[in-house]
């Protein structure tokens, strides 16, 4: 069974860096492309970006040079990193599989407040 | 980017109810190797998204028949013939054709 488990703090304060890993297992993160997806409260979703099998990137461009997702294959864990955060970058934030968005994992709510 | 217009916002649907919801694109969804990335999601309170039908009209493992996707290029659209208690929830088209991938504003299900 395929399962993804977000984890990070749940508080990160305006124009700090907001860092969340997301564990794999059941599935090799060298095989698919793996992603981090955001619901801001309400119902609207972002695609922020992906993290490929060869471990090439591509990123949102509405998130411009703040974002960076990196993996750690040794460890089976993808990461997302996002700097100079506002309060508009308040959500909860998912890993999933992609691009069939089959894997998800239970998300993490990041609230940015000082 | 691609911009997904799903309607109706809200579906108020009795037990047994049929019902359908469209996903229309502001451009074809058709990639140039010959798939067509339309997949669909149900959102359940307090649940992460659950994919129920991927490639249009393929259905998930596990997500009962009574689901079914259908369409092409910019115009889409998922049933439910027969609507159950569990299926109430909030449900997104999301294109992965083009990037970035995008998705509809979502449709809400609810109880008549």
Redesign the interface.
């Known amino acids: 069974e395929v399962q993804l488990q977000e984890s990070g703090p749940g508080l990160v304060k305006p124009s700090q860096s907001l860092s969340l890993t997301c564990s794999v297992t059941g599935y090799s993160i060298t095989s698919n492309y793996w992603?981090w997806i955001r619901k801001f409260p309400g119902?609207?979703?972002?695609?922020m970006?992906y993290i490929s099998y060869s471990g090439s990137t591509?990123?949102?461009?509405?998130l411009k040079s703040r974002i960076s997702i990196t993996r750690d294959t040794s460890k089976n864990q993808f990461f997302l990193q996002l700097n100079s955060v506002t309060t508009e970058d308040t959500a909860t934030y998912?890993c999933?599989g992609?691009?069939?968005?089959?894997y998800?994992?239970?998300?993490v709510m990041v609230t940015v407040s000082s | 980017d691609v911009v997904l217009t799903q309607t109706p916002p809200t579906l108020s649907a009795t037990i047994g109810q049929s019902v359908s919801i469209s996903c229309r694109s502001s451009q074809s969804l058709l990639h140039s190797n010959g798939n067509t990335y339309l997949n669909w999601l149900l959102q359940r309170p307090g649940q992460p998204p659950q994919l129920l039908i991927y490639l249009v009209s393929r259905l998930e493992s596990g997500v009962p028949n009574r689901f079914s996707g259908s369409g092409s290029g910019t115009d889409f659209t998922l049933k439910i013939s027969g609507v159950e208690a569990e299926d109430l929830g909030v449900y997104y088209c999301v294109q992965s054709t083009h990037a970035p991938n995008t998705f509809g504003a979502g449709t809400k299900l609810e109880l008549k």
């Open positions: 992603g119902n609207k979703m972002e695609w970006g591509s990123y949102n461009p509405s998912y999933a992609l691009p069939y968005f089959d998800w994992g239970q998300g």
